[in-house]
């Protein structure tokens, strides 16, 4: 049995939707590989100074599309060096 990965948490800076679209961001917003993102489906929050999937603001955090999407999960990127910065909105 292979051992359980962990990752950093998640902190909404964004780095996933604005350098790598994901499918739903493809087929919902009809948003391309780059030079196209940010995903448009991603919100700035000014209150909680973070970034949100609107998909998964609309659908739920607990919902079977977060979990497909491993919302919660946490930061897998290693080439995310935001996630070491205070949260900037991005969908700018």
Request: hydrophobic share 30%; net charge negative; aromatic share 8%.
């Amino acid at each position: 049995m292979a051992a359980e990965t962990t990752y950093p948490p998640c902190v909404g800076c964004g780095f996933c939707c604005t350098k790598a679209v994901c499918a739903l961001g493809i087929g919902f917003y009809e948003c391309n590989e780059p030079p196209d993102p940010p995903c448009r489906g991603l919100v700035w929050s000014e209150q909680d100074q973070r970034h949100y999937c609107q998909l998964i603001l609309e659908q739920g955090a607990e919902s079977k599309l977060a979990e497909l999407m491993a919302i919660g999960a946490g930061c897998s990127c290693t080439l995310n060096d935001w996630y070491r910065e205070p949260n900037q909105n991005r969908t700018k």
